[in-house]
């Protein structure tokens, strides 16, 4: 390894676990501070902006320590500060060890602000066209909807809020018209025809019907099924793929 690497690799080392790595010999701890400070806080800025519900559940000095040993162990796969949220989320996942202190639901409250996120920057436009129902129309999700299902009903999370676990809480996570970032609980009827429609674009309304009577074992589902898709094509969780 060259001399140049080895500077670069002990620099690095240092800024990312201060406490394990000792700086580099040639640079002065007045300057070696302020890298430390910008990194971290730099990153330190983006989890606590994507995670602000999940940051009220700890005391500074809690959630500081658990963003100091992610920025310290994990090794991050984008070099874009927008995927940070997403490689905290598989951090928590992958690598961290939950403790005492931290709720039973913190990966999943964790996973739903993200998810709020990344819905957000989705790089799609809504069309007005799409407002509209047809139903000879191929239809679709929306590629701004993100379908959910969690053991707690993290969408109420708060600290002093207990969370019942009994019952699986089935979300859809979406932006809307005016490109606002929302949620609505699901049934599990309306989950199923929003998965059959994410696995199938591009089918029509009737065809949509057939494939949740088979999955389902009920029949003249037709008038159901329709209403239900107009109602989320308003918010808009669907929509249609052909032009009118």
Excluded at 73 to 95: G, K, N
Excluded at 174 to 183: H, L, P
Excluded at 213 to 235: A, P, R, V
């Amino acid at each position: 390894m060259s001399n140049f690497k080895q500077v670069q690799l002990a620099f690095s080392r240092h800024i990312r676990d201060p406490q394990k790595y000792p700086k580099p010999a040639d640079i002065e701890e007045r300057r070696m501070a302020v890298y430390r400070d910008l990194f971290f806080n730099n990153v330190k800025g983006f989890v606590d902006n994507a995670f602000p519900v999940l940051k009220s559940f700890y005391t500074e000095q809690q959630w500081e320590r658990r963003v100091r040993a992610f920025f310290a162990t994990h090794q991050c796969h984008s070099p874009h500060f927008v995927d940070i949220a997403s490689e905290f989320v598989e951090y928590l996942s992958e690598q961290y060890q939950p403790v005492a202190d931290d709720p039973d639901f913190m990966l999943e409250l964790a996973h739903y602000e993200w998810i709020e996120l990344d819905v957000s920057i989705r790089r799609y436009q809504l069309d007005q066209q799409e407002r509209y129902f047809v139903s000879a129309e191929k239809i679709a999700l929306s590629p701004l909807v993100a379908l959910l299902q969690y053991q707690y009903p993290v969408h109420k999370a708060a600290p002093g809020v207990e969370l019942d676990d009994a019952t699986p809480t089935l979300l859809a996570v979406y932006r809307d018209w005016d490109d606002e970032v929302k949620f609505t609980l699901l049934s599990p009827m309306s989950m199923l025809l929003l998965a059959c429609l994410q696995q199938s674009p591009g089918v029509s309304v009737s065809q949509l019907v057939k494939m949740v009577e088979q999955q389902t074992g009920m029949t003249n589902l037709d008038s159901q099924i329709e209403q239900t898709l107009s109602e989320f094509q308003k918010l808009p969780l669907v929509i249609t793929q052909a032009p009118l």
